[in-house]
């Protein structure tokens, strides 16, 4: 447009108008001599264009209309042939057709005058110029004139001169150009006027023409004259032509194909010539490449059909070829089948090497035309029956490269082995580097290397574009010689470009084809079903044809590289592939070229199954190529690579180390690169990259640190990791990158997510199947892989949780390689922590689910009976609570599960972790945790208490479980409410589902259950094996109890009761009754054991022992509110029943204290209506004493606040504080006669004597036991007294009885008898008197109806006094007594097992009282009619009848002044009631005592001193006094034979002879004659008495007298003869001292005879007497002076009756 401007503007023309009358001037004078017509026409011109210019407006198509005449002058101007003129006229004619003024006529002629100049050889570079000019400037030219000017340029092609020649040639190209764009410009400008009618396809008439427009006709007329020409033909329009050669007519053909596609595609007449002429040309071109073979004959060398290939013709064959296929591959389908076909022949290796060169380059050419490739792919490769031309391609490139390398070339002669030397062909060859000596394999430059050859690397073209060299060559005519290596160069950069063009093309439309579905689905939610499957089914074919041959090829140059930019490029290309084959989802391939970046990153022959089991299907296949093989290559080891890593193979297969080369590091870091950046593509090939991954690492040496990360260590076997320092800058980076790659698992998709999961788990496996057989470490990769994949993805963590924590729970934590193992417990706890701190959306707070997922291994780690799991697992807890612990939340349940997951199997230190953890809970967390869980608490704090690992632990769990008792009290209230509204929805899923609520103690309230659980608990620690947990767990429980009791409801205390404290009572009891009695020698440790816990059987003791209290404290300080129970009378029985069988337990401290139990519960008094008492203990009527032990008890807490918090929950329950209604006792009687049933059955089993003989070992009851058991009665009695009967006191009685007859044990012994020196009780038989003493106090205030009981205290009270003669007997065991303090040393040794009690002190006590009592009591009715009196007498007469054989002298005398105080009350009595005959068997009973004593049979001891025989007699005299004062006085009440026997006794005791036994010295005083003569004082005061009733009495006492004084008489008479017979001897001792007292009687006798009213003196008693008178003085011989004394008292009284007889007269008779 710019050029038409500057030529039509009026500047412009009026400039041309000038220029042109200059022109015509200069020829005019120019042609003014030699050539006057040219003269003349040129001035005409002058006046016509003058003309003209004055004409026209528009003189620009004035002069064009006129051109012919305005040209003529300077045609006939070059008619001339004058060079100069010539010269003018030509450049004046470009001037007007530069200015677009010729017509068409103008044209033709200038065009004549143009060949007419050509063919007489005349300015022929001036002819082209002008041509050029007309051609271009217009379009005005067509056909005949058109071709002419085209022939005349060829014509001028082909002289001889160089210049004109080149110039030519460049014409011709120019001119073949414009021809096509004036055609290209005629199509545009009808573009859209009108649609031609197309032409028929079939139609071979060459012809044809007719439809189309001038210029493209034209077009179609010379291309088709090309043709001809080049196929040596005469061309058609071309007229005139003379000679061509086929190089250059190839050259045109080539540059119109690839100028001009347009129009060859739009115009059915040229698509025509296209597939009929020029196709048919090429193939039939080709012939003599295809037929040769290198090394046959050829033939001799002849321009035109040549046999042999032409280096010039072959290249521009490939060069139109390549333009075919580039440009016209869909028109021409089937022909570029056939030319495919033959370049890939041209690769072979018999071809000559410039022509494999060419094919190499023209194959590159190809191979970065990608959409080129996918054509071929889908016309051939994708039709049923066609070649496989793509895959053949991608093959043929790769038996190519083979070939380089197999079959060393005649381009190429560096022998197989050595390094290269200089190429056959010259001095490219050697420009290359040609490297010397042996050192250049290691050379630095760029090669490849493969079993000995050695290709060099050249840069033959920028990435991306075909840029060839030799087919560049057109002005070659001999075939250049081609450098080593540059084929390979070629053909490598073909492959990368084939493999870069493809994958980016096709990325390039998933891409798009992903965004239009994104859009799509944007547009429409319904996701329509992608529109075009063709598209995937290409691009999988196009991988599916060419995988297997890049592989092949990639293989053996990743083999051969020596050079790392090379292998770069050769790993980026396998990358892109496996990526793309990812992307489309085609398994095989993708994962066998991974498998080769897998097998390039590891040693060579490095056994790895999952590679080589993946490959065998590969390297199996051999491809074959036009019958050539193309084998799969696996690596070989001889490449010369810098080593820069030693280390030991994880594999078994390879021993000792393996080596690791820079190009194995490289590999690797591709392969990192592909999982890196590709790894949502990997899919299963994960399980490839990551075990080659893990080898690598493991022959490197990184080991997993915290996290996951893995970091350089050393390795611990065989010898150490060896690593340059090169590897060493480099591991830091690899380690990082490892790192990268499992976190970019973020972006992964789900499923990829779990492939690369899948992956690890299965990797893991492997490592877990090495680890198994031998003790090397574990490669702990996967693992570490596995938690830090995990981490990364915590927002997504709930797809990936499940298959990760299974794997680690089930496959790694339970392997027995302890690394292993840990690796697997530090991920498992490491994702736990993680995942519950990670920030998730919405917060774990309000996503129970996953909290609960999360928290699920955890628990699970419990089933793993490795104890280091076990740790980690705890720890891992403890950590959880540290930063977690306060929004835990639902996920308690789980943490305190796991918790509580111990068991005796698992060691100490596992149970402090876990303890650590609970004690965590209890003092920081209780608050937080949902209500529901402190029942689990509660169970976890007693499963630490029940283990037996570590004592102090269950200890410490114990007083746990008070501090959470004292929280439950503190928290009451919220607790309270918290877990009523979790009840009611539990309530309502359980009738939902129709079934009842399992809860335990159901259905108490949900507070209570929890204090209930908490309970049975520690009821359960109270029967643990170990003491001392027994011990604090029950003092813990009943504590608890005491303290927050009140917290419970009303009914909520029968379960306590029942199912709390009398199951735990029924187990200890039956642990204690089957506990061992083996000795334990030491309690673990040092600890020596006291010996009363030394057997099981005496721990077991205690534990009862304190149990039993603890219930009976309860039931005491409870009992009020016990009572308002419906079945607390059957407790209280149950409870009793405890006690019983405590009681008769055969160990004495549990009898003890099963007594002191049952005094508590005695203690008891019936509530005092007290609404206003302080506290509700007090309410209870609890002793104060035990209050404060209460508020002692528990963490310092008094118990009025409790009451408070019970008052709310109370009225919360809606019940009332329960006191009784007004008016209304409790009635206990039947509780208290319960208790008097236990205490009769305890009192009668335990003092029951054993039946069997002496050898059976027998039980007998200690004496504290029968003590206790016996203090009992008196508070049990003030309860039943009501309703004590006289059966009831018999009872009693065997009991007291049984209790004093029990021995004690000889070790006891000197505890428990006094020594003899004091005269004690022991406690046991104080309790019996107290007992009888309540008792008879309790008659003494009842009312009438008791006294019948007094006889029966008599009763037990003498039965006891005998004791002091007859100790009772207990069974038949053998006993030992201990009389007196004499034997009591001996007896502390004695053999005997036995001692029977010393029971003197006890029966002179029971003596007391009885006398005591009697003398309250001897006038009641009872006393009198059951003969208590005489019973006493029977009693009392035993120790007096044994006198000095008592046990105790005490007891005689005792005896006696008990009888004469009882006789001093009674026998005024018994007179009193003689009528009523009550009292007739007791005087011979007191005879009988009374004779037993005085006249005992009993001698007194030898060492009796004087003086206390003196006080002896004494008491007999006491005695007789007693006759005299009470009895004899009153003889008229008495029974005759009574008088009758006192008055022998007195007698005979007046005439007493003593035994022989008395020393000389203590004649007088043994002779007891105080007595003797207080009787027959006595005697003879009764004798004379006038009170004389019956004249019975008076005669029993004459008899008496006068017996006396006939043995009086016979005494002395037999004295007297004795004397005289014995000479001077002395007469026995014993003759002696009677008749000393026989003296002393008279003389009393005397004296009582002076006292006597002589009318109260029988006249016969005198009569004796004076009788006696001669005998006495017959002894005055006696040589005695203890004779002589006595005789002289008794003669002198006699002198009283000395007097003169009186007369009868005076008597009155006259």
């Not at 999988?540 to 995988?547: G, K, L, P, R, T």
């Not at 030693?646 to 080369?661: K, S």
Request: hydrophobic content about 40%; overall charge negative; some cysteine.
């Amino acid at each position: 447009m710019s050029v038409k401007m500057s030529t039509s503007s009026p500047e412009a023309v009026k400039k041309l108008l000038e220029n042109m009358q200059a022109d015509l001037r200069s020829l005019s004078m120019e042609c003014k001599k030699k050539f006057p017509p040219v003269k003349e026409a040129a001035e005409s011109g002058i006046v016509k264009i003058k003309t003209i210019a004055a004409r026209n407006t528009d003189i620009l198509a004035a002069l064009k209309e006129n051109s012919s005449e305005v040209v003529q002058p300077f045609l006939m101007g070059c008619g001339t042939k004058e060079p100069k003129i010539t010269q003018l006229c030509l450049a004046a004619i470009q001037r007007l057709m530069s200015h677009e003024v010729v017509s068409e006529a103008a044209a033709g002629n200038i065009i004549n005058m143009l060949w007419q100049l050509m063919e007489n050889g005349l300015e022929e570079l001036k002819l082209l110029q002008t041509v050029l000019v007309l051609l271009t400037t217009n379009t005005i030219v067509h056909d005949e004139v058109l071709s002419k000017a085209i022939v005349l340029c060829f014509r001028l092609h082909f002289t001889k001169d160089n210049i004109t020649n080149n110039t030519a040639a460049a014409t011709v190209r120019q001119v073949v150009t414009v021809v096509f764009e004036r055609m290209v410009a005629e199509d545009d400008k009808f573009k859209g006027l009108m649609d031609e009618p197309p032409a028929v396809l079939g139609n071979s008439n060459r012809r044809s023409v007719s439809t189309l427009r001038p210029s493209a006709k034209d077009a179609y007329m010379l291309f088709q004259d090309l043709c001809q020409l080049v196929n040596a033909d005469a061309p058609y329009w071309l007229v005139g032509m003379t000679e061509m050669t086929r190089t250059f007519g190839l050259e045109l053909l080539e540059s119109v194909l690839n100028d001009f596609p347009e129009v060859f595609l739009q115009h059915q007449e040229f698509s025509f010539l296209l597939k009929e002429r020029v196709c048919p040309l090429v193939i039939k071109l080709f012939s003599p490449n295809i037929k040769f073979r290198q090394g046959s004959c050829s033939s001799a060398a002849s321009p035109v059909p040549v046999e042999k290939p032409y280096f010039p013709i072959c290249m521009r064959l490939l060069r139109v070829v390549s333009v075919l296929i580039k440009h016209f591959y869909s028109l021409l389908v089937t022909e570029c089948e056939i030319f495919l076909s033959l370049l890939v022949k041209f690769l072979d290796g018999e071809k000559p090497q410039w022509l494999r060169a060419v094919a190499v380059e023209s194959v590159h050419r190809l191979c970065v035309q990608p959409h080129l490739l996918r054509s071929f792919c889908q016309s051939y490769d994708m039709k049923q029956h066609s070649t496989k031309v793509f895959r053949d391609i991608v093959n043929a490139l790769g038996s190519f490269i083979q070939s380089l390398f197999i079959l060393p070339s005649t381009g190429n002669t560096s022998s197989t082995g050595t390094p290269p030397g200089v190429s056959a062909s010259g001095s490219q060859g050697s420009a290359q580097g040609p490297g010397a000596g042996a050192g250049a394999g290691l050379n630095t430059q760029a090669a490849f290397e493969y079993r000995g050859t050695w290709i060099p690397l050249m840069t033959v073209s920028v990435q991306g574009s075909a840029k060839a060299t030799y087919l560049e060559m057109l002005d070659k005519v001999e075939p250049p010689s081609i450098p080593e290596g540059y084929a390979m160069s070629v053909a490598f950069s073909a492959l990368l470009d084939l493999v870069r063009g493809i994958t980016m093309m096709i990325e390039r439309e998933l891409a798009q084809q992903e965004q239009e579905e994104a859009m799509r689905e944007e547009a429409e939610p319904v996701s329509s079903p992608p529109q075009e499957p063709m598209a995937h089914e290409v691009w999988e074919e196009m991988v599916n044809a060419c995988w297997c041959g890049l592989l092949a090829a990639l293989s053996l140059l990743l083999d051969a590289s020596t050079d790392e930019a090379a292998t770069e490029n050769i790993l980026k290309a396998e990358l892109c592939v496996a990526s793309l084959c990812g992307r489309l989802g085609l398994v095989t391939p993708r994962d066998a070229f991974i498998t080769a970046i897998c097998k390039a990153s590891l040693p060579p022959h490095y056994a790895l199954t999952i590679l080589s089991s993946n490959t065998t299907n590969l390297a199996n296949k051999v491809y074959s190529i036009q019958g050539q093989s193309v084998q799969m290559v696996s690596p070989s080891s001889e490449s010369h690579q810098q080593v820069v890593a030693v280390g030991q193979p994880l594999t078994a297969q390879p021993q000792g180390t393996v080596v690791l080369t820079a190009k194995n590091i490289q590999c690797m870091r591709t392969l990192l690169n592909l999982a890196h950046c590709h790894g949502v593509y990997l899919g299963t090939s994960w399980q490839l990259v990551l075990a080659t991954l893990q080898h690598l690492v493991w022959i490197l040496g990184l080991k997993p640190a915290v996290g996951g990360v893995l970091k350089p260590g050393r390795a611990v076997e065989g010898p150490s990791t060896v690593l340059t320092t090169a590897v060493m800058t480099d591991l830091p980076v690899i380690s990082n990158i490892l790192s990268r790659l499992f976190e970019s698992s973020q972006y992964l998709d789900d499923v990829s997510l779990h492939h690369l999961i899948n992956a690890l788990c299965s990797l893991s496996m492997e490592a877990m199947e090495m680890a198994y057989g031998n003790n090397k470490e574990p490669s702990l990769f996967a693992v570490a892989k596995l938690l830090e994949t995990g981490l990364v993805n915590m927002d997504r963590i709930e797809i990936l949780w499940r298959p990760l924590t299974a794997h680690l729970l089930e496959k790694v934590c339970q392997h027995p390689n302890t690394r292993m193992r840990e690796w697997g417990a530090e991920a498992i706890t490491s994702l736990i922590k993680a995942g519950l701190s990670y920030k998730h959306e919405p917060p774990l707070s309000q996503n129970q689910r996953l909290q609960l997922l999360l928290l699920n291994p955890l628990k699970e780690l419990s089933n793993v009976l490795h104890a280091d799991i076990r740790q980690k697992q705890l720890e891992c807890v403890l950590q959880i609570l540290q930063n977690q612990g306060d929004s835990l939340g639902p996920g308690w349940p789980l943490v305190l599960g796991v918790i509580g997951a111990i068991r005796n199997d698992q060691g100490e230190s596992l149970i402090r972790t876990a303890f650590q953890c609970l004690q965590l809970v209890v003092t920081d967390f209780l608050p937080t945790m949902p209500c529901m869980c402190l029942q689990i608490v509660v169970d976890v704090a007693g499963s630490f208490g029940l283990q037996n690992q570590e004592l102090n632990i269950s200890l410490t769990s114990i007083g746990l479980l008070w501090n959470i008792s004292d929280y439950f009290f503190q928290r009451g209230e919220a607790i309270t409410e918290e877990l009523e509204k979790e009840e009611a929805v539990l309530l309502k899923q359980a009738q939902d589902k129709g079934e009842p609520l399992n809860r335990p103690f159901h259905p108490a309230p949900p507070f209570d259950c929890l204090w209930l659980c908490l309970y049975a608990k520690l009821g359960e620690l109270c029967v643990d094996p170990r003491p001392a947990v027994r011990k604090s767990a029950g003092q813990t429980m009943f504590s608890t109890i005491a303290a927050h009791g009140t917290l419970l409801q009303p009914p909520t205390w029968n379960i306590v009761v029942w199912k709390v404290l009398f199951h735990l009572l029924n187990c200890v009891r039956k642990s204690s009754t089957t506990a061992d009695k083996e000795k334990i020698e030491s309690g673990g440790g040092n600890i020596l054991i006291h010996h009363s816990r030394d057997t099981a059987e005496k721990q077991w003791a205690e534990t009862w022992v304190l149990t039993l209290a603890g219930v009976a404290r309860i039931f005491n300080t409870r009992r009020y509110l016990l009572q308002q129970l419906g079945d607390f009378f059957k407790a209280w029985e149950v409870l009793l029943d405890h006690i019983q069988s405590a009681a008769l337990s055969k160990n004495n401290e549990v009898s003890l204290a099963a007594l002191k139990s049952f005094q508590e519960i005695l203690q008891l008094v019936t509530p005092i209506k007290d609404t206003d008492k302080p506290d509700a203990l007090a309410a209870m009527d609890v002793p104060s004493v035990l209050m404060e032990s209460l508020q002692g008890s528990g963490p310092g807490r008094p118990l009025i606040r409790s009451d408070s918090l019970a008052e709310r929950l109370a009225q919360r329950y809606g019940v009332q504080p329960s006191l009784p209604p007004p008016g209304e006792e409790i009635d206990d009687s039947a509780l208290w006669w319960s208790a008097w049933n236990t205490w009769y059955r305890v009192g009668t089993e335990c003092t029951r004597p054993p039946s069997g003989g002496p050898d059976k070992l027998v039980f007998v009851p200690s004496q504290p036991f029968l003590t206790a058991l016996i203090q009992i009665f008196p508070a049990l009695y003030q309860h039943i007294a009501g309703g004590f009967s006289m059966e009831d006191l018999k009872k009693l009685g065997v009991i007291l009885y049984g209790a004093v007859s029990v021995p004690i044990s000889s070790d006891s012994s000197p505890f428990i008898l006094p020594s003899y020196t004091e005269a004690v009780l022991t406690s046991l038989q104080e309790a019996v008197l107290t007992a009888l003493d309540v008792l008879q106090k309790a008659i003494c205030v009842g009312p009438e109806n008791l006294q019948v009981m007094y006889p029966a205290i008599f009763e037990q009270l003498l039965l006891f006094v005998e004791f002091s003669c007859k100790p009772p007997q207990y069974g038949k065991m053998e006993t030992k007594h201990v009389a007196n303090a004499k034997y009591n040393q001996i007896q502390l040794f004695a053999p005997a097992e036995w001692v029977a009690l010393n029971y003197v002190p006890f029966a002179e006590r029971s003596l007391e009282v009885l006398v005591d009592l009697y003398h309250k009591t001897a006038c009641h009715k009872a006393v009198i009619t059951e003969k208590v009196l005489q019973n006493i007498i029977k009693t009392v007469r035993i120790p007096l009848g044994l006198k000095y054989a008592c046990p105790a002298e005490s007891t005689w005398k005792l005896a006696v002044s008990s009888l004469l105080k009882v006789l001093s009350i009674g026998l005024p009595v018994a007179r009193q009631q003689a009528s009523s005959g009550k009292f007739d068997t007791m005087w011979p009973e007191l005879a009988n005592a009374f004779e037993d004593f005085l006249f005992t049979k009993s001698t007194p001891p030898d060492n009796l001193s004087i003086q206390e025989f003196q006080r002896n007699e004494a008491i007999d005299v006491e005695v007789v006094q007693l006759i005299s004062t009470e009895i004899l006085p009153f003889a008229n009440f008495i029974p005759k034979e009574f008088v009758g026997r006192i008055m022998s006794m007195l007698n005979r005791g007046s005439i007493h002879s003593q035994s022989s036994s008395f020393t000389e010295a203590e004649m007088d005083i043994r002779m007891r004659e105080e007595f003797s003569k207080v009787c027959f004082e006595t005697l003879l005061q009764f004798s004379f008495s006038n009170k004389v009733s019956t004249p019975q009495e008076g005669y029993i006492s004459r008899m008496a007298l006068s017996v006396l004084l006939q043995r009086a008489q016979d005494v002395l008479r037999r004295f007297v003869e004795d004397e005289r017979l014995s000479g001077r001897c002395p007469l026995p001792r014993q003759q002696v001292t009677e008749i000393i007292f026989v003296l002393k009687a008279i003389s009393t006798l005397m004296d009582s005879l002076k006292k006597t009213q002589p009318e109260n003196v029988d006249g016969n008693v005198w009569a004796q007497v004076i009788a006696l008178y001669p005998t006495l003085v017959e002894c005055i011989t006696c040589s005695s002076p203890e004779v002589s004394s006595a005789l002289r008292d008794a003669l002198g009284p006699f002198k009283d009756f000395m007097q003169p007889p009186v007369s009868k007269v005076q008597n009155g008779e006259s």
